[in-house]
């Protein structure tokens, strides 16, 4: 480890910019940062870059969009020169490429490693905002970026009796950088999201019996994983450029999928069998929700494509009561996150490998020899909990966030997310936030949003440099017009329809709140475009003048 990512190292005080986080974001951050001529840092709590490809290290463990477009577009030579061995990125080889560019772009000088901050306060006489590590540290600047992540606040449920179990248990988001071998034992996957399916197939390979915990069936699509085509590489490296201009004209941020132009109602259905058995064939999710213009919006449209992946489910799983199990039935499909699969499906087919219905026969508690549901008792070796993440606001919340008003996001966020555009708050001077809840972050190609973000934050303090302007933060009545925009938007879809961690609903007492834009990346950052346009407009820009100076704040 280098010396200047070591626990013990202390940036100099002389900061502008204060990054949380050293993933995707943070280190774009520091790039553009430091492309402004600003002097930033960033402080990672892993022992490593990464983010969320840091800690997702569990078996299968995969992204869901293309390797191709899951990339940083900042630099035309680094997506030239960069080689992904697959259609879709393993989390090994997306790791590699973060620490390439970390390496490339020499931003590890300005990270401090195992470090997690646990307070920042705002003090408008200074005009700086101070972050307190858990080691007691405290660093100041004037402004601050929280590049926290999505999905980086791991949910272990409140099961009883964990403590009591006498083999081991693991989480999916917080899995042994050794990894773990599964040869010969029994062993229980709680949660069938993502993580779940993603791992349920790998370990089906090693342990003597799989039992799998489901709660909620989820619609789960093939990705048709392949070695990358070379010559698919060649054409899109070719047309890079266009091609990463064209993703913000779309919903989801990902160019290539011609926008559908019919209504799923208005297509035969012999039209509709033959359009989703085609994009079933050619795999991914996006591709799926492209067939038509309304299978988001209508429930009849979505119902034909619901139904068209339950009959996929029959015809691969054997036994008629598992294949039912497996269908889900309870949200219309692409509500939830749609997941991509290898042989998932598959797996269920194997003698070793047995379906539970925690829905009908709920999970009691943990024992010392394994997990007990109201019906039966499952004597396991391990238990495997892929139970996901306190999603969007978890991070956040996570830090004791505070302004010299007496606001706190904590109370700010008690009824749910309230931001503008997802990138500021108001009461909150100074402070951004990378694909905050209320912006399309996980709702897109996420590094397309996290450059978007990125770039807004950029551009908005180098206006500020120039015209003079020290303060930012969002307009109390821009902020409430834009939640009450956001919840409109998602109420004209069916998404709120699904109890999904969009919703916070895998988290007890969590508010029920819609959180992601839904509005498209197209329309997103056309609105963010237009309010750069008319001078930041809903942003309260000022130079206070009772600013003390920074040099008297530390004592001269």
């Known amino acids: 480890m280098n010396a200047n990512n070591s626990a013990t190292t202390r940036p100099a005080s002389d900061l502008d910019v204060i990054v949380v986080g050293g993933g995707l974001g943070g280190l774009y951050t520091l790039y553009q940062m430091r492309r402004l001529g600003l002097k930033a840092h960033a402080f990672e709590a892993g022992s490593g870059l990464g983010g969320t490809w840091f800690w997702n290290r569990y078996p299968g463990c995969r992204c869901d969009i293309e390797s ?9 030579e680094l997506e030239q020169d960069w080689h992904w061995p697959d259609r879709y990125g393993t989390q090994p080889q997306i790791l590699e490429y973060i620490e390439h560019v970390a390496d490339r772009f020499d931003l ?49 449920p409140g099961i009883s009796g964990l403590s009591s179990f006498k083999g081991d248990w693991y989480h999916t988001g917080m899995w042994p950088h050794e990894g773990v071998d599964f040869t010969g034992l029994r062993v229980g996957v709680v949660g069938t999201g993502s993580s779940g399916v993603q791992s349920i197939p790998f370990i089906a390979q090693q342990a003597k019996h799989l039992y799998v915990f489901q709660r909620t069936a989820n619609f789960v699509l093939p990705a048709r994983n392949a070695p990358m085509d070379p010559e698919r590489e060649r054409t899109h490296k070719a047309a890079y450029r266009e091609s990463r201009k064209a993703a913000y004209s779309t919903p989801f941020g990902i160019a290539g999928h011609p926008p559908p132009t019919q209504s799923a109602l208005d297509a035969t259905p012999e039209e509709r069998e033959a359009a989703y058995a085609a994009k079933w064939a050619a795999g991914g999710s996006i591709s799926y929700l492209y067939t038509y213009t309304d299978l988001l919006t209508n429930e009849k449209a979505n119902d034909t494509a619901a139904d068209f992946a339950r009959a996929r ?59 007990r549901t109201t019906e039966a008792e499952y004597e396991l070796d391990a238990i495997v909990f892929a139970t996901g993440f306190d999603a969007m606001t978890g991070a956040l919340r996570e830090i004791d966030i505070r302004a010299d008003t007496g606001t706190d996001i904590r109370s700010k966020w008690a009824d749910g997310p309230h931001t503008y555009l997802g990138l500021m708050m108001a009461g909150f001077p100074n402070l951004f936030m990378v694909t905050g809840p ?48 956001n919840d409109e938007v998602a109420n004209s879809t069916l998404y709120p329809r699904a109890n999904s961690w969009y919703m916070g609903a895998n988290i007890p007492g969590k508010p029920r709140i819609f959180m992601p834009y839904v509005g498209g990346v197209h329309t997103y950052n056309d609105l963010c475009n237009d309010i750069i346009a008319k001078g930041y407009e809903g942003f309260i820009l000022s130079c206070p003048a009772e600013v003390v100076p920074r040099a008297e704040v530390a004592g001269g």
């Open 313 to 371: 489910i029959r015809e691969t799983v054997k036994d008629p009561r598992t294949a039912e199990l497996l269908c889900p039935n309870d949200h219309p499909i692409g509500t939830k996150r749609l997941i991509l699969d290898t042989n998932y499906y598959e797996v269920f087919n194997q003698d070793h490998v047995t379906l539970v219905d925690v829905r009908n026969a709920p999970i009691e508690s943990i024992t010392p020899s394994g997990l």
């Open 68 to 76: 191709l477009e899951y990339s940083y577009s900042f630099s035309p």
């Open 108 to 156: 590890r000088k300005d990270v401090t490693l195992n470090t997690r901050v646990s307070a920042a306060r705002f003090d408008s006489p200074s005009n700086l905002w101070t972050i307190t590590t858990e080691r007691g540290d405290e660093i100041s600047a004037p402004y601050l970026v929280m590049a926290t992540g999505n999905l980086s606040t791991p949910r272990v």
């Open 438 to 485: 209320q912006s399309p972050g996980v709702k897109s190609q996420m590094i397309l949003s996290i450059e978007q973000h990125v770039n807004f934050i950029t551009g908005c303090l180098e206006h500020m440099q120039r015209k003079g302007f020290t303060r930012i933060e969002a307009g109390q009545q821009a902020e409430d017009d834009w939640v009450r925009y």
